[in-house]
C-alpha cells in the first residue's frame, strides 16, 4: 500500500497527463480520419469498375494514393510530411503537430476497412432500393453503411489500436502520450516501474477498446 | 401497361459479348398476370430488369402506362419506378432492420410523413398476413415470410405494376403455392398488374393470363396460357408444358400401340369434358379407346386436362372420332416417337 502511494505521488501526475495527452491524439485523429477515411471508401466502393458509378480513373488513382501512403511506415511519414503539418496547423511539434501525420497515416487504413465492409453488403438489397426510387445519397446511407455497420465498428476497433500504436512514436516530435512516458522514463532513465506501468496502461486500453468493438458489433449484427 | 418495343441488350463478357436480348418486344396489358418462362441464362431477368431500367438496353423503348422510361431525367425515373414495385428471388430486406423497418425505411426516405408510413405499414402486414411478426429481423423469419415482407415492402408504395423475378424460386412447394395465393390476392383484389419471371410451369399454370417463353435472348412463343398449354409449338414450350404433364411412355410400347391404332395426347378445360366425350367415342364409332395416362390440374380459373389414349381401329373411323372429339372442344394432337425422348410431344 504504502509503494503504491508513494509511486502516484511520484509518478501520477505524469500518468494522468500522458493518458490525457494519449486519449486526445487517438481521440482527434480518429474523429478527422473518420471524416476523411469513410468517404473515401464509398468512394472507393461507388467508383470500382462495373459499380454505380464505376470510374476506372478515380477508382485508380485513389487505389494507387493509398497503397502508397500505406506502405510508408509511421516513423517515416512523420518526418517525412513536416512541412505538410507545418503549413496545415502552423507547428509540426506537440499534440497539434502530431494530429496530421496521425491522420495522414490512418484516414487511407480507414478508408480501405470501409471498402472491404462495404463489399460485404447485398448488391441485391441496393437494387431494391433503386427499384424503389430512393436516391444514391440516401441508399449509401440507410443500406450501403447501415447494413455495414457491424463490420465498419470492427473495422474502426481495429484502426484505433492501429492509431494507439503510432501515437507511441508521437513523443520524438513532443507529442507527449502513454508511449513516449514508457520510452522517455522506461528506456531512457530506466526507470522500469514507470514503464511496466504504462505498458499495462497501454494492454488494458487497447483490450478494452478491442472487446467494446466487439461487443457493439456483435449487438448491431442482426443476423 | 407495360409496352417493350425491340430491346436489346448485349454484355461484355469474359469470352466476348453476350447477347442477352436480341430485339425482345413484350406488352402486358393492365390488370394482366404476365408470366415469362424459360431456362436459366435465357435473359429473363435481364428482360424484367430493363422494365424499371434497372438494367439500361442499348436499343428499344420501355414504355410504363404510356411513359417512356428510357427518356427520363434520373429524377423522373425515380418517380416513375415508385410506381413498380419490385421483388426477387433473394427477397433483399435490411437484415439489420426489423420487419416494420424494413418497410417503414422506404416509405419515409420518398418523403412520407410519419403517420402515413405508419398507416401504409400496418394496412400492408395485414395484407400479406404477417403483422403479429412486425417486430422480427429478417434472420427470425422463414423464406415464405421474408418474401411476405418484400410483397408489403413493394405493395406499400401503393405501385400499378409489381415485377417478380423468381419470387418462389427459393421457396419449398408449399410456400410457392401460398405465395402464388397472394400474388393472384393482390392482383385481383387491388388491381395491380403483375409481370412475373419463372422457370417453373407450375407458376404460369397456377396464375398467369399470359405467357411468354424465353430462349437465347428471345421470345420464342407467347400467347394465352390456355393456348400454350393445348397447342404449344415451339419445343421448348412442349418440354416446359410436359413438365407438367410427363406421360413417360416406353418407345416400344408407343411403336407396337401405332400398328394397331392411334395414340394421341387429348386436353380439354374443365373438370369432366374428357372421359365423356371419350365414352362417345366408344359408342358412336368403331374404336376402343384405352387411356394410357391421364392428369387434370388447376389453371388459374379453369382446370385443364390432358389424357394419353390409344384409338384402336381403322384409320379411317379414328380420323372421323378425332373429328368429333374436336366438336366437343377437345384437343387432339398425334403422338410421335421422338429420338431423343419418349414424351409426348
Ligand atoms: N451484368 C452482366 N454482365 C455480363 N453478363 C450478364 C450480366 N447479366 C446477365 N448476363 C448474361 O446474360 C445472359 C442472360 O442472363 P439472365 O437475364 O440473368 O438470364 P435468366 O434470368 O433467364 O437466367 C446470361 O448469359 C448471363 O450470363
Ligand atoms: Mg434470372
Known amino acids: ?223 | 401497361m407495360i409496352e417493350l418495343t425491340g430491346i436489346t441488350k448485349t454484355f461484355t463478357g469474359k469470352q466476348g459479348p453476350i447477347h442477352a436480348l436480341k430485339d425482345v418486344s413484350l406488352s402486358v396489358k393492365q390488370g394482366e398476370i404476365y408470366g415469362v418462362i424459360g431456362y436459366s441464362g435465357a435473359g429473363k431477368s435481364t428482360l424484367i430488369r430493363c422494365v424499371n431500367l434497372l438494367e439500361a438496353p442499348d436499343q428499344g423503348s420501355v414504355k410504363v402506362k404510356d411513359v417512356e422510361l428510357t427518356a427520363l431525367s434520373p429524377r423522373k425515373l425515380r418517380e416513375a419506378r415508385s410506381n413498380i414495385g419490385m421483388i426477387f428471388q433473394g427477397f433483399n430486406l435490411l437484415k439489420t432492420a426489423t420487419v416494420y423497418d424494413n418497410i417503414a425505411l422506404p416509405l419515409k426516405l420518398t418523403g412520407l410523413n410519419k403517420t402515413v408510413v405508419k398507416e401504409r405499414v400496418e394496412k400492408y402486414l395485414n395484407i400479406v398476413g404477417l403483422n403479429e411478426k412486425k417486430n422480427a429481423y429478417p434472420s427470425e423469419l422463414s423464406g415464405g415470410q421474408k418474401q411476405r415482407v418484400a410483397i408489403a415492402r413493394a405493395l406499400s408504395h401503393e405501385p400499378e405494376v409489381l415485377l417478380s423475378d423468381e419470387a418462389t424460386s427459393a421457396l419449398d412447394p408449399d410456400t410457392t403455392e401460398a405465395i402464388l395465393d397472394l400474388l393472384l390476392k393482390i392482383n385481383k383484389e387491388l388491381g395491380i398488374t403483375i409481370l412475373l419471371i419463372t422457370h417453373e410451369m407450375n407458376v404460369i399454370q397456377r396464375i398467369c393470363d399470359k405467357v411468354a417463353v424465353m430462349e437465347n435472348g428471345e421470345v420464342i412463343e407467347e400467347g394465352k396460357t390456355k393456348d400454350i398449354f393445348t397447342s404449344p409449338q415451339h419445343s421448348t414450350t412442349k418440354r416446359f408444358v410436359n413438365s407438367l404433364f410427363s406421360h413417360d411412355i416406353p418407345d416400344e410400347m408407343l411403336t407396337n400401340l401405332n400398328k394397331t391404332g392411334h395414340v394421341a395426347t387429348l386436353s380439354f378445360f374443365g373438370e369432366s369434358s374428357g372421359e365423356p366425350a371419350l365414352a362417345l367415342v366408344s359408342k358412336k364409332f368403331d374404336i376402343f379407346p384405352n387411356i394410357l395416362s391421364g392428369s387434370i390440374t388447376r389453371l388459374k380459373d379453369e382446370s385443364f386436362g390432358q389424357l394419353l389414349v390409344h384409338l384402336k381401329g381403322e384409320s379411317s373411323e379414328i380420323k372421323n372420332a378425332v373429328q368429333f372429339l374436336k366438336e366437343q372442344d377437345v384437343h387432339v394432337e398425334g403422338v410421335k416417337i421422338s429420338g431423343d425422348n419418349q414424351r409426348v410431344s
Not at chain 1, 509518478?11 to 474523429?31: C, E, H, K, Y
Not at chain 1, 438489397?125 to 449509401?140: D, L
Not at chain 1, 514508457?182 to 478491442?210: C, K, N, P, S, W
Request: proline residues 3%; without cysteine; hydrophobic residues 50%.
Open chain 1, 1 to 223: 500500500m504504502e509503494t503504491i502511494n508513494e509511486f502516484l505521488d511520484l509518478w501520477g501526475a505524469d500518468l494522468w497527463t500522458s493518458t490525457i495527452q494519449t486519449f486526445q491524439m487517438v481521440g482527434i485523429s480518429l474523429a478527422i480520419s473518420i471524416l476523411i477515411g469513410l468517404p473515401l471508401g464509398v468512394l472507393l466502393v461507388l467508383t470500382r469498375p462495373g459499380k454505380a458509378l464505376g470510374n476506372k480513373y478515380v477508382y485508380n488513382v485513389l487505389n494507387v494514393i493509398i497503397n502508397v501512403i500505406r506502405s510508408v511506415p509511421f516513423i517515416i511519414l512523420l518526418f517525412f510530411i513536416l512541412p505538410f503539418t507545418k503549413f496545415i496547423v502552423g507547428t509540426s511539434i506537440g499534440v497539434k503537430g502530431v494530429i496530421v501525420p496521425l491522420v495522414v497515416y490512418t484516414a487511407p487504413y480507414i478508408a480501405r476497412l470501409m471498402e472491404s465492409a462495404l463489399l460485404e453488403v447485398d448488391r441485391g438489397v441496393i437494387e431494391a432500393y433503386e427499384a424503389m426510387g430512393i436516391k444514391t445519397r440516401h441508399i449509401i446511407w440507410y443500406v450501403l453503411i447501415r447494413e455495414s455497420r457491424s463490420s465498419i465498428v470492427l473495422g474502426l476497433t481495429i484502426a484505433t489500436i492501429g492509431l494507439i500504436g503510432a501515437t507511441a512514436m508521437a513523443g520524438l516530435v513532443g507529442g507527449g502520450g502513454l508511449g513516449d512516458l514508457a520510452y522517455r522514463y522506461g528506456h531512457l532513465r530506466y526507470e522500469v516501474d514507470v514503464m511496466y506501468i504504462t505498458v499495462i496502461l497501454l494492454i488494458i486500453l487497447v483490450q478494452g477498446l478491442q472487446s467494446l468493438g466487439n461487443y457493439l458489433a456483435a449487438k448491431l449484427k442482426k443476423d
